[in-house]
Nanobody, 115 residues
Framework: QVQLVESGGGLVQPGGSLRLSCAAS????????MGWYRQVPGKERELVAI???????NYADSVKGRFTISRDNAKNTVYLQMNSLKPEDTAIYYC?????????WGPGTQVTVSS
């Protein structure tokens, strides 16, 4: 089994920045993709950003130019640098990893953008 744990969430002012981290552990052979999703009450969980092991990335239109995903494959860790945060970015952010057709999720970390 693969375990994912997020860190770095919290309360931030509009226009501020946060950096989320997600460390993977357990039965890791090769995580082909790692990424971030977010969810607010009453809405579906949505893709924020994904990065493949080879470095390809995909971002939601709402975060392009503001968020940056990166991976440290040696540490099995994925990061999400969030800049110019807006109140509408408020959500629970979940780390995601895929290995051999299996999908794994972290427990989530709360990000609140408010003045």
């Amino acid at each position: 089994q693969v375990q994912l744990v997020e860190s770095g969430g919290g309360l931030v002012q509009p226009g501020g920045s946060l950096r989320l981290s997600c460390a993977a552990s357990g039965s890791i052979v090769s995580l082909n993709a790692m990424g971030w999703y977010r969810q607010v009450p009453g809405k579906e969980r949505e893709l924020v950003a994904i990065e493949t092991r080879s470095g390809g990335t995909n971002y939601a239109d709402s975060v392009k130019g503001r968020f940056t995903i990166s991976r440290d494959n040696a540490k099995n860790t994925v990061y999400l640098q969030m800049n110019s945060l807006k109140p509408e970015d408020t959500a629970i952010y979940y780390c995601n990893g895929v290995q051999w057709g299996n999908t794994y999720w972290g427990p989530g970390t709360q990000v609140t953008v408010s003045s």
